[in-house]
Every structure is written in C-alpha cells, then in structure tokens.
C-alpha cells in the first residue's frame, strides 16, 4: 500500500521528522535503519546522501541546506510544507523479513520504494502562471528524504509487530528549466495517480520476491507470500486491528481522518528491545498459537534467504493483461485516464514475473484499438469499438427522424397544462421515430406518461410499457395503473412482446438508466418493428452503471430533440420547491443557500454524529409520516442503521425477538473480474442467473477450492462442480454475512426471486418485516399493496432499508428525506447524487454534515460521465483548431507570399504516431 500525507506547516514537518521519522518513539539501536536524501532536485543542490537533523529542516523552512538562502521565490508560514509519501509492506513480506538471517527482502523492498519514487518524480510538475498563462508545466526534479523502518507502531501492552515500511517526505519544491528557478511543485496529479504508483510498487516488489524463490498470491488490494498463514498475519496485525477498532467506535471511514487516527493513538515509547529482543519474542508469539498452528507457523521462513527455487508459472501474456484491462474498464464507462487502464493490467501482472512493467506499458501505448487523447493535463482514452457503439445508436435514432406519420395532425385537447401539455403534444404530433421526454424529479413525469398514453391508444395504438429496473417497471409502475409494464430485459429476449410491437408504441421510463447496448438494441428493435419510441427519464440523475449514459448522448451528442419539463410539483414547500428545481438546472450553489437558509442543512458534532438524524427521522415515522434516510456510501448506511435500530428497540417500535439470518452481498464483480480464478475465494457463494448444463438458474453453490485449474463450486447437497468462468456473465458472486431482524423492520430486495409461494419480488423493494419465527422464515409485506411474501432463512438476499444509497433511493417518494452526508462520504458526493437524495422528500429534508463548505463544493462536482463521441469531439476540434493556426501562419509568412507557391497543408505528425481516431459523425 502506499498512502500521501500533506504536511502543511514547517513546523508540523519537523515535528514529524522528530517524532516519526528519524528517531521515532518506538526505534531504538538496530530497529532504525539511517534516512538518505534524494531526488535529481537533491543533486543540483548538491545535498544527496545522510538525512541529517540540520538538512532536513533547512528543506522544511524552505532554504538551500548549503548555503542558507531561499529555495523558492516565496515562503508563507502556512504553505505546504511537503507530503510524506509512506510505502507498506505485505504483512507476510515483513514477518519473512523479520524472522530472516539476512537483508534479501529488505534489499528487493528498498529497489522497489526507490524505482517507484523515480516514477513519481518523473511526473514532477509546477504551476505556470505569467503571462496570462494559467497551466502546469513538467519539471521532472523533485528532493525527498526516505527513511525505512522494521516494526509498526507499538499498541499498548505489547511489543511492536513485524511491519517493514518507507517514509519517504517528499518537499514542496522543484526546478523549473524553463524559468531557470526553483518553484513549489504541483502535486495535485501525483496524489489523483496514486493508485497507478501503487500497482506499479507492487508488481516491482512481487516480481523481485519471485525472483528470490517465493511464491505469492494475489489479494483484493495487494499480494501475500504463500506459505505465511493467515492466522500468523493476523497474529502481527495488531496496531491495524486497534487503529479499525477505534475508527469503528468513531464512525470514520475517510482515508485522511484515517491517517490522522493512526497519529492520535500512537503507543508510548517501548524501552529497551534490541532486534534480537524482538525476533525472540515473534517466534514466541507464533509457537503460543494452538498444535495445529505451531505446525504451519514453523512453515513461515519457508526458503532460506538466497535460495532459489523453481517456480511453476502459468503462461501470461501483457496481451492478456491487457486486454483484462480493457474489458474490467470499459464495461461500466466509455472513457477512462490511462493511468486507470494501467494500474488495473499492472496488476493482473503480479505473479507473473516474465510480464514486465515496461511490456505491459508498450502493449498498452501501441495497441491500435486504444484511443488516446490529452484533456486538461491527463491523457483519457477510448476504444474504436465503444466509439462505433455510440455512433451506432445515435445514427439508429437519426435515421428515424421526420419518418412516421404523426398519431394526430393536430394535438386533441388535453387535460394538461403548461409544461406537462407541451410534453404530450410533442409525442403526439411528432414525425420521429424517436422522442424524447426530460422531466426534472417530481415533475409530475407520471401523470403526463398517463395522459399520453390514454390519446396514443385513443389513436388505435397500443402502448408497451418497460423500465430499466424491475422496482420502476413491476413495482412503480404497477402502482401507477400500468398492469403491463415490464423490465427492458424482458423485452430483448420475449420474441412475443417484440412480435407486439409491430406498427405500435413503446414507451421507456426512467430511460437514463440505461447503457448503450441496450439503448441501441431498443432503437433498433423500434426500427424492425416500425414502431415509435418514447424515451423518458432525467439526465441529472444517475445513469446506468454499465457503460454509456444513453439518453444525455442522444439528446446532448445526436442532437434528438427533447420536450422538458422542468416545473416541480412534488415539493409542498415553496423554498423545498425552489431548491430543488435549481439543482435540477446544476445550480447547486443557489439550491444549497436556500437549503441552508430554511435550515434544513445541520451541522453534526463529530463525535456523535448521528444523534440528531437519528432522533429527527424516529420522530416523523412516530407522527405517521413516511421517511427515507439517504447516504452516498454504504459504509455511512450501516451505521446509521445500526443507530436507528438501537433507537427503535429502545422505543418498542421493534418486536422483542430478533433472529440473525444469513445475507449474501453481491461484490458487484465485473464480468473480467469473474473470470479470473483469484477473485474467488472458499466460503463464497456463486448464484446462477441462466441456465447452463449441471447448474439450475437461481440455484446457490459455494466455493469450495480456487486455484490455476478452475472455481470449484459445492451444491447444499454435496455435489461439485467446476464453474464455467468463461460465462462470467451467467453469474454473481456474493460474500457471505449476517442480518438481524425483527417484527417492524424495514428491508429492502437486493436481487429479482420469487417467495416460497412463487411470488414475484422486485430488487430495490421497501417492504416491512410482519413476522419473523424461530426457524427463521420471514412474512414481508408491502406498505402500499399490502401484498405479503414468505421467504425461508436461506432466501439471502435482503439489506435494512433505513438508510440506503442514492440510486437505490432514485424513483423513490417519502413525505421526510434525511441526509446523511459526512467529510467521510465526499469522495462519492457529486451533483447528480446530492439532486436525487434532496429531491425523495415531499414536505421536508433535513441534511447532516460536518462541514458545510466543504459538502457544497463536493456537490457542485458534475459526475457526468464524458462518451467517447464526446472526447473525440474535443480532440478533432483541438487539432481543427491547431491545423487553422497553421494556416493563418504561413498565409501571413513573407517567404510564401514573396519566393514560393502556395504550400499544400501537411498531414498532421500525429496522424502516424498518434493512432488518434478521426471518425465520420
């Protein structure tokens, strides 16, 4: 792991290289190990080598460590000062290393921290800003003070564990050759890469170990050495086990509250332990585990240090990691940072030593399918086949325009006003195979659908209804009178359904919901079937998790003309109204005034953050009003479950008997990660959406074993079976836990199923818990309908519904929306997910938070993801742009005018390098 922690005082930096970093508390004798100085910025000042006391702050208070003047032009008392950037060990890597003869892996670590910091420092950059320029520009020169230690942070009561690391502080400077000085550096693009570094520092280090005879496993984030137990790893992971035991108790999830924790609880200086004092004590600490781990523990040094051994390798290719990549990224968005795409082939590379990092980075630089274009000091890149399927669909839905004959040659009189009568004349009296409805949430998008469709079928059409999600199209819709609607997947595979299209409507709700595939095969079913379709949705809101936000680039990108309807009628209150109407125009910033002015914005206090929203929302449901509590992360969700259920129960608004069931939670693995045996992990259940030989559709299996020769899978009877990886797509792969429940409950579906009586239930319905009994068989029922469903203890797939997400909560209307929007949920708060979470509510919504204004700059982010027509729109005006400037130049060039023939414009250098694609739109 590698993590980078601003310093933002001189002070603050020496106090650390003090405290933490060159004589830290906790190091004593042959524990430290000396700090050096370096980076190409070190060698031009001529301070390489030993990090003294003396240099080290010299950098810190911004001057020359020599000569005493200053570094930069500029030296505020409050600037930032530098970043320490920390590199981690695998806890395996440091228990081998701990309990080795020699330095070997403290060696093949050092390479590794080294060659990666002459990665970030080739990234180096520095803000531009004279001239009326206002960018950065390379410098490639940083200077930074690395130091390595062996052991963590010792946790109160114990000796410190096994815990090799670097602290390499990188300061706030760097050379600038074109001004000929030195500048602070802008750091902004090396902390958005670091993921990339990370994946890069791993691969390195694994392949290093590999070669030193060590077999290694990959994990979620990183590796481990195989032959280390788990039970060893976790016995040495006592100070990470107390930093997430006291972050639990806090509620903080945040990676720099996080970091910050680690500070607060540091342990107090253990005296007296030399190296040898600590190894004795390790090997003490794993021969105490029980017989059976003794055993396996003795198994920890399992190669002598500089013995090598031949290592079975599967065949892997950087083709593979490659293309691995490609399929992982682009199936949930058509444009990625290059660096996104590397980081992920990087590390389908670890453990696999003969796949370099340069080879897998050459693969991915010549590979002809990749497009790659410079944006705003990033490179971003799509493929020629995501690009063809967006100029695919927007040409399907061109080619029907001015075709049909309008339903009627003029508009019926309509029992509509306004925006909404505007909308339904649009539909009726267009010529386009295709239409458009965009309508803000609460707009009353229902009530125009039901008046559209009842002059459609007084036209002698018949309307088929269909919605991206089974909640919106069998639950939602059912509600709203359309006995019929139905889910666009059962659309595209029921021939019949298709057969009823023929010559008639098909109307799509919430339509932003869905990608480009299944976009496109709509727009080409209603081609086939000469029939008309009505696309209805919001932009604004979220869109598809698959790739492609299908309705923004027909109505944005193919130019198809929308009817909108922007004018709220959920909202009783007029300010509610008006804030939400704004952030339905991305006028964020207006909406959050008038939120904070009707003080429905409330500031929490951190150390009980959830008291006032919890206190809030039980006080609506005692008042008999309907409530909703929304929360971009699902971490944020559960504890604040976990706090409403305490208040309930406190209050007897829970039955007394609780049962705990078991909850299957889907990883949410893409199709490229299924694929890949390492994902897979025993205990994990695997359930089938199709059937396939020897596997029943919506049968549940387990994961028995997982290696190089396949997922094997056990059945609740005993059987097995390999699982066919290469149709990742024909299943999901859960993780299994636990959910308790009682009698007043709120649930929500997390997959489609059926109960024991062979009742539909819809993924994403809010149902309440009506009975539970001792033999954990559930009775649910539906607060609107009434309709009740049995489910047995297996059924798996439920999730307390008291707080949930913003797209879980999108198509959802509750009388009271509450908020919970902590510092630790920025990183997932943007624009379309503070709209939707502040637009559920109808008479009130009342949002917590720890800081207001950093919540509203979070949540002016747009979080529109760009499509690749998009992206190769920019490119082709950018080099337009570049090729007329050329022009202009050499037309105002007295050379040409005066001595030569008017010259032929060249081909642009990047049209054979480049592999930019030009294409026809």
Not at 169 to 190: C, G, L, P, S
Not at 573 to 581: G, H, I, K, Q, T
Not at 608 to 630: D, I
Not at 701 to 728: F, I
Request: hydrophobic residues 35%; glycine residues 6%; aromatic residues 6%.
């Amino acid at each position: 792991m590698i993590r980078m922690i601003q310093s933002s005082s001189a002070a603050h930096a020496k106090a650390y290289f003090s405290e933490a970093l060159a004589k830290a508390d906790y190091y004593i004798n042959d524990q430290e190990l000396s700090g050096r100085i370096e980076g190409k910025l070190a060698e031009r000042l001529g301070v390489t080598g030993k990090a003294t006391k003396e240099a080290f702050f010299a950098l810190c208070e911004n001057t020359h460590p020599l000569t005493g003047e200053p570094l930069t032009a500029r030296t505020k008392d409050e600037r930032t000062t530098g970043y320490d950037i920390n590199f981690h060990c695998p806890k395996s890597v440091s228990i081998l290393h701990a309990l080795s003869k020699d330095d070997h892996l403290l060696e093949a670590f050092r390479q590794s921290v080294q060659a990666t910091m002459l990665d970030i420092e080739a990234d180096a950059k520095t803000r531009v800003r004279k001239n009326n320029t206002y960018d950065d520009r390379a410098t490639g020169e940083l200077v930074w003070a690395d130091f390595i230690h062996q052991t963590a942070r010792p946790v109160e009561g114990h000796a410190p564990d096994p815990h090799l690391h670097a602290h390499c502080f990188v300061f706030n400077a760097t050379w600038d050759e074109t001004e000929r000085q030195i500048k602070a550096a802008q750091f902004r693009d090396i902390k958005r890469d670091m993921p990339y570094y990370q994946a890069r520092f791993h691969k390195r280090l694994s392949d290093q170990l590999m070669a030193l005879g060590y077999e290694i496993r990959r994990t979620e984030k990183s590796f481990e050495v195989e032959g280390v137990p788990q039970r060893v790893i976790d016995l040495f992971s006592k100070r990470t086990d107390e930093i997430g035991r006291v972050a639990q108790e806090k509620g903080i999830t945040d990676a720099k509250e996080l970091s910050e924790l680690g500070a607060r609880t540091r342990a107090k200086k253990q005296v007296g332990l030399s190296m040898a004092e600590l190894k004795s004590d390790w090997k003490r600490q794993i021969h105490s585990l029980d017989t059976r781990e003794q055993n396996e523990g003795q198994r920890v040094v399992r190669y002598p240090s500089g013995d090598k051994r031949p290592i079975k390798e599967k065949v892997l290719n950087p083709q593979q990691c490659l293309d691995h990549a490609l399929q992982h990224g682009f199936e949930r968005a058509s444009v990625l940072q290059d660096r996104r795409l590397l980081e992920t082939a990087y590390r389908q590379g670890i453990g696999h030593p003969s796949v370099s990092l340069a080879q897998i980075t050459d693969c991915f630089q010549t590979d002809e399918r990749l497009i790659h274009v410079k944006e705003a000091g990033q490179t971003l890149c799509t493929t020629r086949e995501v690009l063809s399927q967006e100029q695919r669909m927007v040409q399907l839905a061109r080619a029907g325009q001015g075709k049909l004959v309008p339903l009627y040659a003029q508009s019926p009189e309509l029992n509509l006003s306004g925006q909404q009568a505007e909308a339904v004349r649009h539909v009726l009296t267009t010529t386009n195979r295709v239409c458009i409805i965009r309508g803000a949430a609460g707009s009353g998008k229902t009530t125009l659908m039901q008046e559209a469709v009842k002059h459609i079928e007084g036209a002698g059409k018949k309307v088929t209804v269909v919605a991206p999600t089974a909640q919106a199209s069998r639950g939602v819709l059912k509600e709203e009178g359309f006995e019929q609607a139905d889910t666009v997947a059962k659309l595209l595979v029921d021939k019949e359904m298709q057969h009823q299209l023929t010559g008639q409507v098909l109307w799509v709700d919430e339509a932003g919901l869905l990608g480009t595939k299944d976009m496109s095969a709509l727009l080409e079913l209603a081609s086939q079937k000469n029939a008309r379709l009505i696309l209805g949705g919001d932009t604004r809101q979220h869109a598809a998790v698959v790739r492609g936000d299908a309705l923004r680039i027909l109505n944005t990108v193919g130019g198809i003309k929308s009817a909108e309807v922007s004018k709220i009628y959920r909202q009783r209150n007029e300010n509610y109204r008006s804030a939400v109407e704004d952030l339905a125009q991305g006028e964020v910033k207006n909406a959050f005034s008038t939120l904070n002015a009707m003080g429905a914005i409330h500031q929490v206090d951190v150390l009980n953050p959830h008291e006032q929203l919890v206190n809030a929302y039980t006080a609506a449901l005692k008042a008999g009003k309907s409530a909703l509590v929304v929360s971009p992360t699902h971490q944020q969700g559960e504890e604040v479950t976990q706090a409403i259920r305490e208040k309930l129960r406190a209050s007897k608004q829970l039955g007394k008997k609780e049962i705990t069931l078991p909850r299957l939670m889907n990883l949410n693995l893409t199709e490229a990660e299924k694929s890949d045996w390492q994902h897979f992990k025993p205990g994990m259940r695997v359930q089938l959406n199709q059937n396939r030989p020897g596997f029943k559709r919506g049968s549940v299996w387990q994961v028995e074993s997982s290696s190089e020769s396949g997922v094997r899978l056990k059945d609740e009877n005993g059987e097995t079976a390999l699982l066919p990886l290469h149709r990742s797509g024909d299943f999901e792969l859960y993780k299994q836990s636990e959910i308790a429940l009682s009698k007043g409950d709120w649930v929500r579906l997390t997959r489609n199923g059926f109960d024991q009586h062979k009742k539909r239930l819809n993924n994403g319905e809010l149902l309440t818990v009506s009975s539970v009994n001792k033999k954990g068989e559930l009775v649910l029922q539906n607060p609107v309908s009434r309709a009740k469903f049995h489910l047995d203890k297996d059924y798996g797939h439920l999730a307390h519904a008291y707080c949930i997400t913003s797209h879980a909560s999108q198509g959802k209307t509750v009388d009271e929306v509450f908020i919970a929007q902590p510092a630790a949920t920025f990183p997932a708060t943007d624009a379309k997910q503070f709209y939707v979470s502040v637009s559920r509510g109808r008479s009130g919504v009342h949002i917590y938070t720890d800081n207001k204004e950093e919540l509203m700059q979070h949540a002016q982010r747009l979080g529109d993801r760009q499509s690749a027509m998009e992206l190769v729109g920019k490119k082709n005006r950018t080099h337009e742009l570049a090729e007329q400037q050329l022009r202009n130049q050499r037309s105002k060039s007295p050379a040409i005018v005066k001595n030569k023939a008017p010259m032929k414009d060249k081909p642009s250098p990047h049209k054979s390098k480049d592999r930019h694609y030009e294409p026809e739109l």
